[in-house]
């Protein structure tokens, strides 16, 4: 079975610094990985996704992330934080086997410092 | 349409009541979910429906019903619920379940249980 570990529940930041959330997976198979975010009462967007090609993944509002297999990571990054990007952000696992299956991790709340 | 509605955004019922919550894709969607989240924790995922039939139960209690009329709906039944139930209740679709694709969620039900 796939599991997600973020490693840090709370990254605080200044306004305008670079900004990296941590996600390691685990599974036997090959895996679709996802960045999604949460504003505050929302439901979650998108931000990227990792399915194949490419382990260098650009994402909506700046965000990117590299697929790195023998690591078993997909660090998300961004050069320049703005207040707008404060919410948690969660990474998320799915397998080939059973692609409807998404699987969460425990999230990271990004926060903005002016 | 890129949108998945919930409906009712705000849910308050009494152990006894029975409720439903709602849920409506007209993406084309072929696969469907609901996914509780309790407050600061991971979206958890409960039911998944794949062309119309339930495919995944993550061991959800039975005072849960799911429910997919056709394949653009989806419900949740609720019956009998304890204070411990109240949480955002999401809902997602995504293509066809083998295919790896994005789930897209709506804003969520929050429901209270008194």
């Known amino acids: 079975a796939q599991s997600v570990t973020q490693l840090d529940s709370q990254v605080p930041v200044f306004e305008e610094a670079p900004v990296e959330l941590r996600c390691n997976y685990s599974?036997?198979?090959?895996?679709?990985l996802f960045w999604y975010v949460q504003y505050p009462n929302q439901g979650l967007q998108l931000l990227l996704k990792?399915?194949?090609?490419?382990?260098l993944v650009k994402g909506i509002n700046g965000f990117e992330a590299e697929f790195n297999k023998s690591q078993t990571s997909f660090h998300l990054r961004k050069p320049s934080v703005h207040i707008s990007d404060t919410a948690e952000y969660f990474c998320?696992?799915?397998?080939?086997?059973?692609?409807?299956?998404?699987?969460f991790g425990s999230g990271t709340r990004l926060s903005i410092r002016p | 349409d890129t949108e998945v509605t919930q409906t009712p955004k705000h849910l308050v019922m009494g152990m006894t009541n029975k409720k439903s919550l709602k849920c409506e894709q007209h993406?084309?969607?072929?696969?469907m979910y609901w996914y509780k989240q309790k407050a600061k924790k991971p979206p958890e995922l409960m039911f998944v429906?794949?062309?119309?039939?339930?495919?995944i139960n993550e061991s959800v209690p039975s005072r849960f019903s799911p429910e997919c009329p056709n394949s653009s709906l989806l419900n949740l039944h609720l019956h009998a619920l304890q204070p411990e139930d109240s949480a955002l209740y999401l809902c997602?679709?995504?293509?066809?379940?083998?295919?790896?694709?994005?789930?897209?969620f709506g804003q969520g039900t929050r429901l209270t249980v008194v």
């Open positions: 997602a679709s995504s293509q066809a379940s083998s295919s790896g694709t994005e789930a897209f």
């Open positions: 599974s036997s198979v090959s895996v679709y």
């Open positions: 990792y399915l194949s090609g490419s382990t």
């Open positions: 998320a696992v799915s397998e080939y086997s059973s692609a409807s299956k998404i699987i």
């Open positions: 993406m084309g969607h072929r696969a």
């Open positions: 429906y794949s062309y119309e039939k339930l495919s």
